[in-house]
Every structure is written in structure tokens, then in C-alpha cells.
């Protein structure tokens, strides 16, 4: 015995050699089956060469201890001293797998299967794994059969003698044979049903592309046929799809079923067609026809490892040969890429947020982003070239390169990332044996994870540093894989290696959404042609652009404007340094320039503007908006600095062109960033942004037109006071971005200036404000609409604080005091504008709200006016402001509610609709669920037409008809391709609930 206090020498000689707990292994050593080991370091060595010799030792200990007689346990104990291969073997499975040291002690026989070390033995196929089944005649026995071949794969595994492709291809091999002795068991049991149909199992997934895990659902299709019968013809079809149906179904319960020996693996034949709504079998005639009118992309890229595998071996046949043509056409579908990136992006999205970090095959730069590109190329190109047209990613991707179609050196490290997630995938799940693609979490789980992979010197810290440096690499390469080729193609930088035809450039484009591959192709030769240090970076850029620009709905204007904003400021030094340095700049810029017209057309006549994406933190700060007194403050410093009327309102003019970019700009990146549509209350947030914004920026661009004018004609000091009265969507401060202004122009004589010299005055000052501002120009037209002023069109343009008291007091009408619920002073005197609010207040906040004739009135107004304004043969319940549900009905009915109780409930007296919503919802005049229906239909509507404006460059009140366009809408709006339809059912929706409420709050039906 050692001392107490005192360690011995086995102790720190197995410490030495790995065991983390030295001391249950040196008593584990002092049982008699294993006293030779103290003695042996050939042995003890072996134990710590394993990926966790704890568990070795342990598994040692069981499998002697399971041997049936002394004389067994001494041949174990002899042929492991003997043979290195068996040691080897062995004790590697017993240190990586915990589930098939159980096996081993379950069947204590078993090790003899790792005894054979032959030459053959490294290769195993189909026909040796049917061999070591061939005796399996129920489901235990085939559980059984199928652990003893597993263990042999294993051994060779953990022992470096096959690799990770060859010890997957080996797993799916192994699978084939089961699932050939399943069907055999289930024929066996119901040879009336094998002889009246012709089954055949086609594998998909993993299995079918011959890269199978340890533990994975073996994914499955079933196709079968009436056999024939004495007479030669087809036997009847309806019992025929019975009889497979039920050996299909006994087929998946021989494997996926658990017994006293666990389960083999689920069979999955979710994959079929119509998935588990379909039937689990159909005739070939069947699946051809749901295919050709049915079938979904994705179902597509399924069918690129589909492989016959059991059963009628020509019947597998057929089905294969049938169904590749429709597979290599799937990239001519509409919106086909767009379709494989939602969907991986999809199974990102479900991930668990704890998780992600760990995942190994579906998180970002794991398995699945290697497959998804390299299935993605292949459906793009495999239709010219046949060499792309296999089932294994590792093949497909060395094909790829082969052909050009992918960088050779970019193919090399993808490979080689690929073959350590599937290396370390493999060890994961042969530890339990469970289906897992996580790495562990606990420090023990790494380490043993690590020395399996030949990591010794620090097994946590290197497995941590290579597992971050692989993942990146996928990264890095995903995006680039589907666009460096093209510019390696156009810009012809090294001579040599095989480069993308011109013909596969244009296919790819045309895949990746480019209606104009030959303009394109243009471009990318003009940014990234050429050894300077401008096309480098260019080169660097362009492949994670051309990505953003293929997710939008116009990825050519995308590209067009990218080109024209590098063509303008390309040798400005801060540009391209903007772009590569400062994060979400690159992407911010390919959003807002494959979005629409506006935002692009705005950046285009003033470039410089590009330094408002980045703003030296490159997370959009830039954005933010500026408030309406900054605003003011720089046009009216402007204006000071210009030498006439002309050129002051020139200079607003750019301050206008500049912010509207800004807010464009920050719209589309709040809109465009994600897939999934914002939450209502950023929808809402969004809205009143865009709002506020184009409504200070309006007030600014009056203020400094007011300064140029009066500063020409008068110098400081006008005649009379002069004040702007924002009404409708400007007094709410809800202007959108092709907007009026509407106004009011109000002025008070100063004193001693006389009645008639001061009315000229304002007329002059309002003729010259208009003529400035509506002078043909490049920018967005700002234009200045006075009808809602006393007596309309018929009424004098500017009237005195007077004159209106005298109108209002004897000649208003109830429409009047409707609009006035909106006016706001916006520019001009700010003591005159205060004092026109004063007077109007009585007005449309009446004591007592409206009477009944009133309200008649008003309801009279609104029902002539949209009969009158509906412009012909538009879709009213698809018009946006005058349609069932659209802004006039929400804003009419808060307004009624605005002139019937705002005298009485203080919230109801605000411009802003949504804020008098919310107060009369609060005062209880609105439930609280009404008016979230009608705030929601407002909100929807005006991002509708906000985004037509952003898209098509002009206002418009309904959603555009071209495609196009109309996605380009839809992306806005949170509908990716494709979804255009589910955009106006949902808009269609919205407006509907919305009239439902108008009828009973407005109409009080």
C-alpha cells in the first residue's frame, strides 16, 4: 500500500499518460484481470493514446469481466498483448465511444471483429456489410449485426486507417445493406405483399450522397409498381401500392422502432412528395406528375443525392433517370436562388440563440453552408456540365474547381474545413451514439473530443482555436464561392488556372437574378479589371456585393449604381477605405442601391453622401435623423452665404437632397434588413421616423426660401409679419417622401405700414417662393398646395390674421374646421403663427362638438369625395388613400372623433393621427382593439406608399404593376421573393378589418 499523502509510481505514470482520474485507474489496475497492465507499457501506453483513457480502462475492465469463462478472458487479454492492430482497434473504440463499450459488454464475443487485419479489410463495400447481416432474421438480431459492422468502422476510424469521407462513404454503405435486410425481414413476413408489388427504396440525404454521420435519420423515398402477374401483364395498381405501403412501413419499423438492443436509426421519408400529408408510396407515373406541377426548389436540390439503394434495382433505376431532367432544370425557376438562401437562412433562424456557437452542421460556417453552396453551384451549372452531377459534396466540389466554376484554392480550404466539421461531427456522435451536432459544453466533452482528433498538448485550447478558424473559413468562402469566379473571369488576373466560361458567367448571373448578364458582366470588368490598387479592393468588395445585390428584387440597378457612385468616386480616397474598413457601410450601400429609384437618384447628385452609411463607426449612426432646428439653423447659414434668391434656394435645395438621402437611406436599412417583417411597433416607429423627418426637412427648406426671398427684395426686415401654416400631412408632421405641402400663408402689417402695400408684400413673397421652388430641377419637386385655405382656389392666396378671424367667424363650413385640426405653424413669425393658432383653436375644437347636421355633413364630404377622386380602374380595396381601410378612412374617423371631444379630452388635440388615436383610445371613446385595427391599417398604408416613392421614384396612392417593382415593394415591406401575393392578401386583410371598424366608429353602423 502507498502511504497516505504519498502518490505512486503507477499513479503519476498514469497520470502521465492522460488519465484525468489516476486514482480510480490505479484501483481498477489492482483487480486481478488487469495486473499485467501495471507491469506492461506497451499496454498502459496504448490506453493513453486513446481519446479518453478513463473510459478505455473502464471499457476494458467490462468487456473482461463479460467474457463467459476464465479461458476467454485470458485469450482477450493474450491476443491484445500480441497484436498492436487489435490493440489498437480496440482500445480507440473503447476510448472515443462510451455506446459501443456497452455493445462490447453486452456481446462480449464481439471483439473478434476486430481482429482481421487484412488489406481488403480497408475497403469495405455493400456486399461485406450484406455478409455480416446475412444472418439477421428479426429486428434484435439485425440490431446486433448492424453494432458488430458498426464496430468495425469505428475501429478503422479511430485508428486513422480510413478517413472521414472513407468512413462515411463505409456508414452509408452499411445503411444500404440494412435497409436491404430490413426489406427482407418484411418480405419474409408478408410474401403475399412482395409478390404483388415491385418496391424499390431510394435513399436521399447523407445517405444518398455516400457521406453519412454515425447517428443520422436515413432519409427515404419509396416508388412502386404492380408486378406482373402469371400472364405477364401488371397486376392491379390500387392493391399493389397497398402491399408496398405495408412492407414500406414494416421496413421503417424494423430500423427506427427500440428494442431490448436500442434502435438502428430512424428512417425518414419525410421527403416525399407533399411530405407526411402524401402517401409513403406512389408509383413513378405519380411522382413524376407531382414534380413536374408541384414540387418546391428545395425539393429539387433534395433530389441531387437521390440513389437507388434496395429493393427492385431497375425500377430504382428508372426513377432516377425519369427524375434528373426536372432536376436540372430547377435553376431555370423563378426566383430559384433567392428560394435555397431563404430556406438556409430559415434553419439558421430556428437555431437556438444558446446554441448557435456550438453548432456544428446548421449554425453559420457549419456542414450546412458547405452543402447549400456547393448543391446551389451544381443546380446552376450541372444542367451544361454532367461532370458537376454527384451526389457527394466533396466530389462535387473538387469537380467545381475542375471545371472553373469554383477558385481552386478557394475549393482546397472549403474542402478542408468541410472534412473537420465531418471529423469532428463524427466523433461527437460516435461517443453516445446519439444524432447530436453540438459541440460539447463541458470541459471534459472537449478534451476527449480534442485528443480524439490527435490533439494532446492542450486538447480544449486547440480543438477551440481550430474549430473558430474552420468555421470562419466557411464563412468567409460561402458568399464568395458563387461570385469570386466571376470576377476572376473578367478581370483574367491568373493565367492559367480554369476560369468560368462566358457563357457559365451569364448562367450563374441569370440563377443569381440578373435579368442583364451582359451589362453586368460590363460592369464587374470596369470595377475590378486592372493591377491598381483601386480594382483590388474592388475585387475584395464585389463578392459579398454581389450577394446583397442578388437578394434584392433588382440586383442589375444594384450593380448599375454601384458602378456609377465607384465612377464618381472611385479616386477619392475615403470611398473604397469607407467600404472595406468600416463594417455595415458595404452593406448599407448595396441595400439602399438595389432598392429603388429615389435613394440611388439622390446619391447620385451628391456621392459624397455615401460617407452618411458609415459615419466613422460603421453602424449606420450616420442615419440618425436631424431635428428641425439643426435643420433650419444649416439652410438658413446657407442661404446667408448665397449672393441671390436663386442661389439660397439652390443651397436648401442640397441640404434637402442630402437629408432625404439620409432618411431614404435609414428607411431602407430598417425596412431591407432582415427577411421577417419588422414588429408593428417598429413598423410604426419606422413611419413616424420618415414622417417627422420629410416634415422638419420641408419646414427648414420654407424657412430658408422665406429667408432668400425676403432677403433679395426687402433685406432683413419685410413689410409685415409672415408666417407658414402647415396643414394636412405636413401640420401632422406625417409627410411622406412624394408629398405636397400643404400650407396656409398668413401676415400682419407692421405698424405703420399701410394695408395694401403689406398685402402686396405677402403675395409677392408667396409668387416668389413658388416660382423658386417649382423651377426645374434634378431633385425631388417640393411642391407648395394652398387649396385648403379660405374659399379654396377662389380665395386670396395670403390673407391677414384679421381676415381669417372675419372668414372663420361668418363663412365657415364644417370641412373647413376638419382641416385646421392638422394646421401647425412651420416657418415665418413665430409670435404671428402662435396667435393664428389661438384664433382657430375655438374652431376646430368646438364646445359642445358637432351636431347632428354636422356630422351628416361631413359624412357627405368624405363618401363624395372618394367618388369623385378614385381614379378610373383602379382596385379600390387596393388604393391606399381613398379604398376601404386606406388613410382616408382612418384619418376621417380620428378627426370626427378630434371635432367631437377634443374640447373635452386635452390628448385629442394634437396634429398627429396616431397620437390622437392613442388619446381617444385611452379617454375610452375607442376600444382598445379598434384602434390597434385602425392604427395598424394606417401605418400599412403609408409604408405602401412610402415604398412606392422609394421605388419607383414618384408618388403614387396604389401598388405598382410592374413585377418588378411590385416586388421590389414586397421586399420593403418584409415579403421575400416570390411573395407577392401573400403581400397584397395581407394588405387586402388589414384595410378590411380596418373598414369594419370605420363603418361602426364613423358611419355609427
Not at 426548389?297 to 433505376?317: I, N, S, Y
Request: with cysteine.
Amino acid at each position: 500500500m502507498t502511504a497516505p499523502g504519498r502518490r505512486s509510481s503507477t499513479f503519476t505514470r498514469l497520470l502521465r499518460h492522460g488519465f484525468t482520474d489516476p486514482s480510480a485507474a490505479e484501483k481498477l489496475l489492482e483487480t486481478p484481470e488487469l495486473s499485467a497492465v501495471r507491469s506492461d507499457p506497451v499496454l498502459l501506453e496504448a490506453l493513453g493514446a486513446t481519446a479518453d483513457p478513463d473510459l478505455a480502462l473502464h471499457g476494458l475492465v467490462r468487456l473482461l469481466e463479460a467474457q463467459p469463462t476464465p479461458t476467454a478472458r485470458r485469450e482477450l487479454f493474450d491476443t491484445l498483448i500480441a497484436s498492436k492492430p487489435l490493440r489498437d482497434r480496440l482500445l480507440g473504440v473503447l476510448g472515443a465511444s462510451a455506446a459501443l463499450g456497452d455493445h462490447l459488454a453486452r456481446h462480449a464475443g464481439d471483439w473478434h471483429a476486430l481482429v482481421t487485419y487484412e488489406p481488403r479489410d480497408l475497403h469495405r463495400d455493400v456486399a461485406d456489410f450484406e455478409r455480416g447481416l446475412a444472418d439477421a432474421d428479426d429486428p434484435v438480431s439485425l440490431r446486433v449485426a448492424y453494432r458488430r459492422c458498426l464496430l468495425s468502422i469505428a475501429a478503422r476510424d479511430v485508428c486513422g486507417t480510413i478517413g472521414v469521407v472513407e468512413t462515411a462513404a463505409e456508414l452509408a454503405d452499411l445503411a444500404t445493406a440494412t435497409l436491404r435486410a430490413a426489406l427482407r425481414i418484411a418480405c419474409a413476413a408478408a410474401p403475399e405483399d412482395a409478390e404483388r408489388c415491385r418496391l424499390a427504396v431510394i435513399a436521399m440525404g447523407k445517405c444518398g450522397g455516400h457521406e453519412l454521420n454515425y447517428v443520422s435519420d436515413v432519409d427515404v423515398i419509396f416508388v412502386a409498381e404492380p408486378a406482373p402477374g402469371a400472364d405477364g401483364e401488371p397486376g392491379d395498381e390500387t392493391k399493389a401500392l397497398r402491399a408496398a405501403t405495408r412492407l414500406a412501413s414494416h421496413l421503417m419499423r424494423i430500423c427506427s422502432e427500440t428494442t431490448v438492443e436500442g434502435s438502428i436509426w430512424p428512417v425518414d421519408a419525410n421527403l416525399r412528395p407533399e411530405g407526411r400529408n402524401g402517401p409513403l408510396v406512389r408509383t413513378l407515373s405519380s411522382h413524376l406528375a407531382y414534380y413536374q406541377r408541384w414540387a418546391k426548389t428545395w425539393e429539387f436540390q433534395a433530389l441531387l443525392k437521390a440513389r437507388p439503394v434496395a429493393g427492385d434495382a431497375e425500377l430504382g433505376r428508372r426513377y432516377v433517370e425519369a427524375l434528373a431532367p426536372l432536376v436540372w432544370q430547377a435553376a431555370e425557376r423563378e426566383n430559384f436562388v433567392a428560394d435555397v438562401q431563404r430556406m438556409r437562412r430559415r434553419v439558421v433562424e430556428n437555431i437556438p440563440a444558446d446554441e448557435v456557437e456550438r453548432e456544428l452542421k446548421l449554425g453559420p460556417g457549419g456542414l450546412r453552408d458547405v452543402e447549400f453552396a456547393v448543391q446551389l453551384l451544381q443546380l446552376v451549372h450541372g444542367r451544361a456540365d454532367p461532370s458537376l452531377r454527384s451526389g457527394t459534396t466533396l466530389d462535387a466540389l473538387k469537380a467545381l474547381a475542375a471545371g472553373g466554376y469554383v477558385g481552386r484554392a478557394d475549393a482546397d480550404q472549403l474542402a478542408e474545413s468541410y472534412r473537420f466539421l465531418r471529423f469532428v461531427e463524427h466523433r461527437i456522435q460516435l461517443y453516445q451514439l446519439r444524432r447530436t451536432h453540438l459541440l460539447p459544453a463541458d470541459e471534459a466533452g472537449l478534451r476527449r473530443l480534442g485528443r480524439s482528433l490527435g490533439l494532446r498538448a492542450d486538447p480544449v485550447t486547440e480543438l477551440t482555436r481550430a474549430w473558430r478558424r474552420h468555421t470562419g473559413v466557411v464563412r468567409r468562402l460561402h458568399e464568395k464561392l458563387f461570385y469570386r469566379p466571376l470576377l476572376d473571369a473578367v478581370a483574367q488576373l491568373a493565367p492559367g488556372e480554369a476560369r468560368l466560361s462566358p457563357e457559365a458567367a451569364r448562367e450563374r448571373l441569370v440563377a443569381l437574378g440578373y435579368a442583364d448578364p451582359a451589362a453586368a458582366l460590363r460592369h464587374l470588368e470596369a470595377l475590378a479589371s486592372g493591377v491598381t490598387r483601386r480594382a483590388a479592393i474592388q475585387r475584395t468588395l464585389l463578392p459579398v456585393l454581389l450577394g446583397w445585390f442578388a437578394d434584392s428584387a433588382d440586383p442589375d440597378a444594384g450593380l448599375l449604381n454601384f458602378r456609377k457612385v465607384s465612377d464618381a468616386l472611385g479616386k477619392t480616397p475615403w470611398y473604397l477605405r469607407l467600404l472595406r474598413d468600416e463594417g455595415a457601410a458595404a452593406e448599407n450601400l448595396a441595400r439602399v442601391l438595389s432598392a429603388g429609384r429615389l435613394a440611388p437618384d439622390l446619391l447620385m447628385r451628391a456621392p459624397e453622401a455615401v460617407a452618411l452609411l458609415g459615419d466613422g463607426t460603421g453602424d449606420g449612426s450616420g442615419l440618425a435623423p436631424r431635428g428641425r432646428a439643426q435643420l433650419e439653423q444649416e439652410v438658413l447659414a446657407a442661404v446667408g452665404r448665397a449672393e441671390s434668391a436663386e442661389q439660397g434656394v439652390t443651397a436648401a435645395r442640397g441640404v434637402r437632397r442630402r437629408e432625404l438621402f439620409r432618411t431614404a437611406a435609414a428607411d431602407i436599412i430598417g425596412s431591407y434588413g432582415t427577411e421577417t417583417r419588422p414588429a408593428e411597433a417598429d413598423q410604426g416607429a419606422l413611419v413616424d421616423r420618415v414622417g417627422a423627418a420629410v416634415s422638419d426637412l420641408t419646414a427648414a427648406t420654407l424657412a430658408g426660401t422665406l429667408r432668400a426671398v425676403v432677403r433679395e427684395v426687402w433685406g432683413d426686415t419685410l413689410p409685415t409679419r409672415f408666417a407658414i401654416i402647415g396643414m394636412g400631412r405636413f401640420g401632422g408632421h406625417e409627410l411622406g417622401y412624394g408629398s405636397d405641402a400643404d400650407v396656409l400663408f398668413v401676415h400682419e402689417p407692421r405698424e405703420g405700414v399701410d394695408e395694401r402695400e403689406a398685402s402686396q408684400a405677402a403675395n409677392r413673397v408667396v409668387a416668389e417662393m413658388r416660382r423658386l421652388l417649382q423651377a426645374p430641377s434634378a431633385d425631388p419637386p417640393l411642391l407648395i398646395d394652398a387649396d385648403l385655405r379660405p374659399e379654396g382656389r377662389s380665395g386670396p392666396l395670403v390673407r391677414t390674421l384679421t381676415s381669417y378671424a372675419a372668414y372663420y367667424r361668418r363663412w365657415s363650413l364644417v370641412w373647413e374646421a376638419q382641416a385646421l385640426l392638422r394646421a401647425e405653424p412651420v416657418a415665418g413669425d413665430e409670435d404671428l403663427g402662435r396667435r393664428f393658432v389661438e384664433l382657430i383653436d375655438p374652431l376646430r375644437y368646438p364646445q359642445g362638438g358637432l351636431g347632428t347636421d354636422a356630422v351628416r355633413e361631413i359624412r357627405r364630404l368624405k363618401a363624395r369625395m372618394e367618388a369623385e377622386r378614385l381614379p378610373r380602374g383602379a382596385d379600390p380595396k387596393l388604393h391606399t388613400k381613398l379604398g376601404p381601410g386606406g388613410l382616408s378612412d382612418v384619418e376621417w374617423t380620428v378627426q370626427l372623433l378630434q371635432l367631437r371631444h377634443a374640447a373635452e379630452v386635452p390628448g385629442l388635440r394634437t396634429t398627429r393621427t396616431r397620437a390622437a388615436l392613442a388619446a381617444a383610445a385611452g379617454a375610452g371613446l375607442v376600444a382598445e382593439d379598434e384602434a390597434a385595427i385602425l392604427d395598424e391599417a394606417w401605418v400599412l398604408a403609408t409604408r405602401v406608399r412610402n415604398a412606392v416613392m422609394l421605388v419607383r421614384g414618384r408618388a403614387s396612392d396604389t401598388f405598382p404593376t410592374q413585377p418588378r417593382d411590385l416586388a421590389a415593394v414586397g421586399r420593403y415591406l418584409g415579403y421575400g421573393p416570390g411573395h407577392v401575393g401573400d403581400m397584397l392578401d395581407a394588405y387586402r386583410r388589414t384595410a378590411r378589418r380596418a373598414r369594419s371598424v370605420v363603418e361602426d366608429l364613423f358611419y355609427g353602423s
